[in-house]
Nanobody
Framework: QVQLVESGGGLVQPGGSLRLSCAASGSIFSINVMGWYRQAPGKQRELVETITLGGKITMADSVKGRFAISTDTAKNTIFLRMNDLKPEDTAVYYC????????????WGQGTLVTVSS
């Protein structure tokens, strides 16, 4: 059974940095889309940044120049480096993968809380 496990959230002061990680375990043939979404209290889940197998990146305007996605394809792992964090970045961050095992799956991580506060 394939699952995603996230790590790396926490409390950080405004202007600080964090790195989130998400690893997919199980028998995986390919991962076509990897990315991060977030959900702030009282708001809908929104896209942060995604990357396709072909390298196309989609990113929210609010994080451009501050957040960067990277991958370790050999380990089926995705990272989100977040710099210059702001209070409005406070949210539960979810990793997402669209992958192929014996079938095509869309999976979400369990979520990790990022709190930006002084």
């Amino acid at each position: 059974q394939v699952q995603l496990v996230e790590s790396g959230g926490g409390l950080v002061q405004p202007g600080g940095s964090l790195r989130l990680s998400c690893a997919a375990s199980g028998s995986i043939f390919s991962i076509n889309v990897m990315g991060w979404y977030r959900q702030a209290p009282g708001k809908q889940r929104e896209l942060v940044e995604t990357i396709t197998l072909g390298g196309k990146i989609t990113m929210a305007d609010s994080v451009k120049g501050r957040f960067a996605i990277s991958t370790d394809t050999a380990k089926n792992t995705i990272f989100l480096r977040m710099n210059d964090l702001k209070p409005e970045d406070t949210a539960v961050y979810y990793c997402y993968m669209k992958l192929v095992t014996h079938t095509q799956l869309e999976l979400w991580g369990q979520g990790t809380l990022v709190t930006v506060s002084s």
